[in-house]
Nanobody, 125 residues
Framework: QVQLVESGGGLVEAGGSLRLSCAVS????????MGWFRQAPGKEREFVAA????????NYADSVKGRFTISRDNGKNTVSLQMNSLKPEDTAVYYC??????????????????WGQGTQVTVSS
């Protein structure tokens, strides 16, 4: 049974930073791609960032490029999202997800196989 557990969300002022982490159990973590997605109230879920199993392949939504950085630690079975220069429009529930069968970063949420429960990020203006 695969389990993904996010942590690190919270309330921050605009311009501040947060670091989200996702711990993965139950799978050979290093073999799978990982991604972060978010969903704001009243909006559809959207892609934020992804990293391939090789760690050299990353992909970001245009809205977060240059501000967010995704990374993974295969020894600790974790994936992280460093979020800097946060804006009120970054407010959302953030989800991590795991995708099988891809070595590159995958931006399509429909391809992901497992999802975490989400962590709330609120950015005040």
């Amino acid at each position: 049974q695969v389990q993904l557990v996010e942590s690190g969300g919270g309330l921050v002022e605009a311009g501040g930073s947060l670091r989200l982490s996702c711990a993965v159990s139950g799978r050979t973590f290093s073999s799978y791609g990982m991604g972060w997605f978010r969903q704001a109230p009243g909006k559809e879920r959207e892609f934020v960032a992804a990293i391939g199993s090789s760690r050299t392949s990353t992909n970001y939504a245009d809205s977060v490029k240059g501000r967010f950085t995704i990374s993974r630690d295969n020894g600790k079975n974790t994936v992280s999202l460093q979020m800097n220069s946060l804006k009120p429009e970054d407010t959302a529930v953030y989800y991590c997800a795991l995708v099988r069968g891809w070595t590159v970063a995958v931006g399509s949420g429909g391809l992901y196989d497992y999802w975490g429960q989400g962590t709330q990020v609120t950015v005040s203006s």
